[in-house]
C-alpha cells in the first residue's frame, strides 16, 4: 500500500498551514528510526532531495555505544557522513503527532551515492529485486506482539524497571472484556496507524496479562518492512501518550510468554499467486515447495537475523507457543514453519521462528535469500511434521544460542553469496559484541544465586 501523502500534497498541507514538520528517518541495525526532524518549508526547498547522518548509525549497539572493530566506519576513519535519500514513495502523515509528516530514506555513500550495503534497507531492496529479476514479487506481512504497562516510560527507566504493571491483571487472549482496559491505547493505535496510510486489520490481547498483537495488512515486502519500523514507533509514541509504555523484548520476564514476530510470505507472478497449485493435495506449487525447502535448509544461517540478542533466546520455550524445532507443518502453531490457507490462493508460508525484537528489513532479506536459493536449486521439500513438535526427536532445531546462530551466520555460504561478505562480516560482529557485553556485565540473577551462597 503507497504512503498517504504525494510531494504535492505535502507542499498545499505546508502552504495551508496544517504540516510544519517532516521527520526523515533511516533504520538502523536494530531496526530503529533514526533521523532528523526538519522544518516542512525546508524539506520543500532542498532537504527533500537528500540530507546526511554520521556513519556511526550503522555500527553502534543498542545502547548507542561506539562499537569498535567495524570495517566500514570507526574512530580511525573518523566517523564520516551517510547520504539520508528521502524516498518521496513513502511520505505520510502522522496523525498522533501535530503537524508532522515522515519519509523513510536510503542510506548511500557519501562519495558515490551508492547504496550501503550492510543498511538494512539496502540488503532488504536487493533481495526484493534479486526475486524480480526471476520474475517474481515478494509479498509479506508481519504480524507483532508486545507487553503493554501501566507506568509511563520514564518511570520504569526511573525505577530501574522493577515495578511494571501490565494493563491487564491476566491472560486476555481474545477476551473482549479482558482487553478493554487497554482499549483507549489500543483503539488510538489502530486508528491512527490506519490514518498514516498502515492498514491495520485488527488488535487482540495475546497469551499473557498486558500482552496485545495488532497485524496489517500484507503488502510487498519492502513496504511491509517499513510498516513494520513505523508500527513499532507508533505503538511506543501512542503509549507514552497515554501515560504508559510498551516493549517489544522478545522475552521481558522469564515467566511470562515472549513476544513474536511471525513473517508471513508469498512470491506472486503476473498479478497471481506463484505459491498455488489446485491439483496439489494441499494447493501448495512446486515454487512454493522449493522455497519453504530452502528456507528449512538454511533455518539455522539465518536465525541470527529473526533473534538478534541474547535475550531472544529466552524465548524458546516448550509449551509457550514460539517453536524450537525448525520444521515444516500444516497449520500446527509447534512447528518454525507453518503452511497457512492450505488449498486457498492465500497459501503462504509463515515462519514463527522471529520474536518482537527482529529488524523487519533483516528478517525478510534472510527469509527471502534462502528461500530464493531453494527455488535456484530446485531443494526437495522434506515431509511435514505433525502432533506435538516440542516433543518430536532427531529433527532439526533452532540454534539455542546467540553464539551458535552467529557461528552459523559467519558460516554460511548461501548468505555470503546473497548479501556480500562484507555484509555478513558486518552482522557477526554486531553478534560478537552482544555476547562480549553479556558476558561483561554482572546480573541480579547472579547476584541473587551467589551473594550469599559463594
Not at 537528500?50 to 548509525?57: F, G, I
Not at 508500527?231 to 504508559?244: F, N, P, R, T, V
Not at 511471525?262 to 491439483?279: C, E, I, T
Not at 555484509?423 to 546480573?443: F, G, I
Request: hydrophobic content about 40%; overall charge negative; some cysteine.
Amino acid at each position: 500500500m503507497p504512503a498517504n501523502l504525494s510531494f504535492d500534497a505535502l507542499k498545499a498541507a505546508v502552504a495551508a498551514g496544517e504540516i510544519d514538520t517532516v521527520v526523515t528517518c533511516i533504520v538502523d541495525m536494530q531496526g530503529r528510526l533514526m533521523g532528523k526532524r526538519f522544518h516542512a518549508q525546508h524539506f520543500l526547498d532542498s532537504a527533500h532531495e537528500e540530507t546526511h547522518c554520521c556513519n556511526y548509525l550503522l555500527a553502534t549497539d543498542m545502547e548507542m555505544v561506539t562499537v569498535p572493530g567495524y570495517k566500514a566506519t570507526g574512530w580511525e576513519a573518523g566517523y564520516g557522513d551517510y547520504v539520508m535519500k528521502p524516498d518521496l514513495a513513502t511520505l505520510r502523515r502522522i496523525p498522533w503527532a501535530a503537524g508532522t509528516a515522515l519519509v523513510m530514506c536510503d542510506v548511500l555513500d557519501h562519495h558515490s551515492h551508492k547504496p550501503v550495503p550492510h543498511a538494512p534497507r539496502s540488503i532488504l531492496k536487493a533481495q526484493v529485486d534479486r526475486a524480480r529479476a526471476m520474475g517474481f514479487d515478494v509479498m509479506m506481512a508481519t504480524e507483532l506482539e508486545f507487553f503493554l504497562f501501566e507506568e509511563s516510560f520514564a518511570g520504569l527507566f526511573d525505577s530501574g524497571y522493577r515495578q511494571m504493571t501490565p494493563m491487564a491483571r491476566h491472560n486476555v487472549d481474545y477476551s473482549i472484556w479482558g482487553t478493554s482496559r487497554d482499549e483507549p491505547v489500543m483503539r488510538d493505535i489502530r486508528c491512527k496507524l490506519w490514518d498514516a496510510g498502515i492498514p491495520i486489520e485488527c488488535s487482540k490481547g495475546e497469551a499473557d496479562a498486558g500482552q496485545e498483537e495488532v497485524n496489517a495488512r500484507y503488502s510487498d515486502a519492502l513496504d511491509t518492512a517499513d510498516m513494520h519500523a513505523l508500527i513499532k514507533l507508533g505503538c511506543k509514541q501512542i503509549a507514552d501518550q497515554h501515560g504508559a509504555s510498551v516493549t517489544f523484548m522478545a522475552k521481558y520476564h522469564h515467566s511470562k510468554a515472549g513476544s513474536s514476530s511471525h513473517v508471513h510470505q508469498s512470491l506472486w507472478k503476473d498479478g497471481k499467486p506463484a505459491f498455488r497449485d489446485d491439483a496439489d493435495a494441499h494447493g501448495m506449487s512446486d515454487l512454493m515447495k522449493h522455497y519453504m525447502a530452502g528456507q528449512l535448509a538454511h533455518a539455522a544461517e539465518i536465525t541470527y537475523f529473526l533473534a538478534p540478542y541474547v535475550n531472544s533466546y529466552k524465548r524458546f520455550v516448550v509449551g509457550m507457543f514460539a517453536p524450537t524445532k525448525a520444521v515444516w507443518s500444516l497449520d500446527n502453531r509447534t512447528a518454525g514453519f507453518r503452511v497457512c490457507g492450505e488449498g486457498t490462493k492465500a497459501v503462504r508460508v509463515e515462519c514463527r521462528i522471529g520474536g518482537a525484537d527482529l529488524n523487519p528489513y533483516l528478517a525478510c532479506a534472510a527469509l527471502l535469500a534462502a528461500g530464493l536459493d531453494g527455488i535456484d536449486k530446485k531443494m526437495a521439500l522434506e515431509p511435514a511434521i505433525s502432533g506435538d513438535i516440542y516433543q518430536a526427536g532427531n529433527v532439526r532445531e533452532i540454534p539455542r544460542t546467540l553464539g551458535a546462530a552467529a557461528a552459523a551466520l559467519h558460516g554460511s555460504a548461501m548468505l555470503r553469496a546473497a548479501f556480500g561478505d562484507d555484509v555478513v562480516e558486518h552482522y557477526h560482529h554486531a553478534a560478537q559484541w552482544e555476547l562480549s557485553e553479556q558476558n561483561r556485565v554482572v546480573t541480579d540473577w547472579e547476584l541473587a544465586r551467589s551473594f550469599d551462597r559463594a
